[in-house]
């Protein structure tokens, strides 16, 4: 299957949002359900579009996941300094697993992070049982940075996200 990842466009937002929500709660990512806030942040292409890249992997016309790529620590950062890039939200449709699309939008991500100007690395952060994602970013070369975790909501639950890094 040939895959192309590029960026998004505006008639794919709805779609592409619907796509992360489905995989994070079918997955069991989300603790509150279809009630998690997270949810709406998950559904905001759009919004994601406007401050960072919003890169989708498409096959066969079809749309199979997508991902936030955020250059230099920009404004959508969770753990990136202004020397590293972030990668954020990668998810891909069910029915598209297991056919290298993940894998090529984190490609897509470590590209754009090499030609990114004063970039020397790429971070993300991953919850534990994202068992499949970690196994990309180790094949990719990317390595655990446990000194980095962090809990996004500590003062509602104890979601301690993983980190890993990727020196350019």
Known sequence: MDIAIRP???????????????AYLHDGLLDFGEGDEYLGEL????????????????????????????PSGGPMADIARSDEAEIRMLAVDRAGRGRGAGEALVRACVDRARGTEGCVRIVLSTQR?????????????????????WNPIPQLVDITLLTYELTL
């Open 8 to 22: 998004a466009e505006p008639g794919e937002f709805d779609a592409l949002g619907e796509i992360t929500a489905r």
């Open 43 to 70: 559904r905001a292409v759009a919004k994601r579009a406007a401050a960072a890249e919003v890169l989708v992997a498409v096959a066969d016309g079809r749309l199979l996941g997508g991902v936030t790529f955020v």
């Open 129 to 149: 049982t994202m068992h499949g994602a970690h196994r990309i970013y180790e094949r990719l070369g990317f390595v655990r940075t446990p000194e980095r975790d």
